[in-house]
């Protein structure tokens, strides 16, 4: 655990000259209100607004497949790949744009994946042979805060709300907030916030890229098969059989 939201503001706070805050209530003003806003608007920018993406985005969610069962529980984010989790090395799922064209009569060992109303939907459909099968989604996370129990939200709203930034890092948004604040007031300090900004900006660009295992220069979602492609896949699969049709 590190800063919690009001620890930062009343960084921003000492930073300014202003009276330290207590509790969040503290800072209903209106330079208060403006402090949390911007910190926020600063937290989204962090997070999505570089070309490549940040290694602590990168989150896992893990799950069990069942026989019959094609649809699964979608991550709050953006899929990175969906795999088996076992030992026999089994390929990722490849993510297909053109589901509608695939044979849904069959089931067996999936291959495919796509999102369908909110939902992850594999295809073949699992049967009783890969029952059990555990999978795991890596996705980069939409959330980014946590509150005080680890549970992700969009923002940061209570007093022990954190990002997810690193703890090393977190000072961006007080120098950026700092920054901003001067910047329209016309003060030179606002100069001296922004190199800081920058300085430890560059340090995290250093040090915080995906992780070693995101493939670099494969499709974040993955390749698109063709339609006969994906029925000779289907043929040669030797765990796919044919089952119930799920077509909408």
Same mark, same amino acid.
């Given at each position: 655990?590190?800063?919690?939201?009001?620890?930062?503001?009343?960084?921003?706070?000492?930073?300014?000259?202003?009276?330290?805050?207590?509790?969040?209530?503290?800072?209903?003003?209106?330079?208060?209100?403006?402090?949390?806003?911007?910190?926020?608007?600063?937290?989204?920018?962090?997070?999505?607004?570089?070309?490549?993406?940040?290694?602590?985005?990168?989150?896992?969610?893990?799950?069990?497949?069942?026989?019959?069962?094609?649809?699964?529980?979608?991550?709050?984010?953006?899929? %990175?790949? %969906?795999?088996?989790?076992?030992?026999?090395?089994?390929?990722?799922?490849?993510?297909?744009?053109?589901?509608? +064209?695939?044979?849904?009569?069959?089931?067996?060992?999936?291959?495919? +994946?796509?999102?369908?109303?909110?939902?992850?939907?594999?295809?073949?459909?699992?049967?009783?042979?890969?029952?059990?099968?555990?999978?795991? %989604?890596?996705?980069?996370?939409?959330?980014?805060?946590?509150?005080?129990?680890?549970?992700?939200?969009?923002?940061?709203?209570?007093?022990?709300?954190?990002?997810?930034?690193?703890?090393?890092?977190?000072?961006?948004?007080?120098?950026?907030?700092?920054?901003?604040?001067?910047?329209?007031?016309?003060?030179?300090?606002?100069?001296?916030?922004?190199?800081?900004?920058?300085?430890? +900006?560059?340090?995290?660009?250093?040090?915080?890229?995906?992780?070693?295992?995101?493939?670099?220069?494969?499709?974040?979602?993955?390749?698109?098969?063709?339609?006969?492609?994906?029925?000779?896949?289907?043929?040669?699969?030797?765990?796919?059989?044919?089952?119930?049709?799920?077509?909408?």
């Amino acid at each position: 655990m590190g800063r919690n939201y009001l620890q930062l503001c009343n960084e921003v706070i000492n930073l300014m000259s202003y009276l330290p805050a207590r509790t969040m209530e503290d800072l209903d003003t209106p330079e208060g209100r403006l402090i949390k806003q911007k910190m926020n608007e600063l937290l989204r920018e962090l997070c999505c607004g570089e070309q490549d993406t940040w290694k602590f985005r990168e989150k896992k969610k893990r799950f069990y497949v069942a026989d019959g069962k094609r649809d699964y529980d979608l991550p709050k984010g953006h899929i %990175i790949y %969906i795999r088996p989790d076992d030992k026999t090395n089994r390929p990722p799922l490849i993510y297909s744009m053109d589901n509608r +064209y695939l044979p849904l009569t069959t089931n067996g060992t999936p291959m495919y +994946y796509w999102i369908y109303e909110d939902k992850i939907r594999l295809f073949p459909t699992p049967n009783k042979s890969v029952d059990g099968d555990e999978y795991v %989604i890596k996705y980069l996370t939409d959330k980014f805060a946590v509150d005080e129990d680890g549970c992700p939200k969009d923002i940061m709203e209570e007093a022990t709300d954190e990002p997810i930034i690193p703890e090393m890092y977190r000072s961006l948004l007080v120098y950026g907030v700092v920054r901003d604040f001067r910047a329209s007031r016309n003060d030179p300090k606002s100069e001296f916030y922004r190199k800081k900004y920058i300085s430890l +900006y560059n340090k995290m660009l250093s040090n915080q890229r995906l992780t070693d295992d995101y493939f670099k220069g494969g499709k974040v979602l993955g390749y698109r098969p063709t339609s006969l492609g994906a029925k000779v896949a289907s043929f040669r699969n030797p765990y796919v059989g044919t089952g119930r049709n799920f077509n909408e």
